[in-house]
């Protein structure tokens, strides 16, 4: 018995994830889009068919060819999440990080920002580490206060 079916088994919902996996992007070649040749699209449709037997209740698809996000939501019958996997999946994910643009150096081609915020939480972390850093932070305002005298807790 497969580890999803036993844990669909005890009652353990179970999603699934197939096409680019991060937690094994070596083992995969790096991070590249995988399904894109005939052998390896036909084992992406297999493994959603098996993931979809072994009892998940839905499956994200990361980073395929489009045709074959559609293809894998039209031949299963539990919902789809993509990530880079076109717009025939019932639904779609981003990492806030990538749709927020918190980082300069790379974002996947799949990821359209919706902001651009790098820029003001690094400075904003500046300033934050500067006015720590010279004791103007946290001020009396965003510190509490007490109605008794700390001497008198003191003694």
């Known amino acids: 018995m497969r580890h999803g079916q036993r844990l669909g088994g005890a009652g353990i919902p179970v999603m ?11 083992q995969l070649g790096g991070y590249k889009v995988q399904g894109k040749d005939l052998e390896s699209a036909r084992r992406q449709l297999a493994d959603a068919k098996a993931l979809e037997g072994a009892g998940a209740f839905a499956l994200v698809l990361e980073c395929i060819p489009a045709p074959l996000g559609r293809a894998i939501s039209q031949a299963i019958r539990i919902p789809t999440i993509g990530i880079g996997a076109g717009v025939g ?37 500046a300033t934050y580490q500067h006015e720590v850093k010279t004791s103007a932070y946290p001020d009396a305002k965003h510190s509490f206060s007490m109605a008794i005298d700390i001497e008198e807790v003191l003694r």
Not at 16 to 26: D, E, S
Not at 94 to 116: I, R
Request: proline share 6%; net charge negative.
């Open 16 to 26: 699934g994830h197939i096409g680019l996996t991060p937690q094994t992007a070596g």
């Open 89 to 125: 999946c019932d639904g779609q994910v981003l990492v806030t990080h990538d749709l927020l643009g918190m980082f300069e150096k790379f974002t996947p081609s799949f990821v359209k920002p919706y902001a651009q915020l790098a820029g003001q939480i690094k400075e904003a972390l």
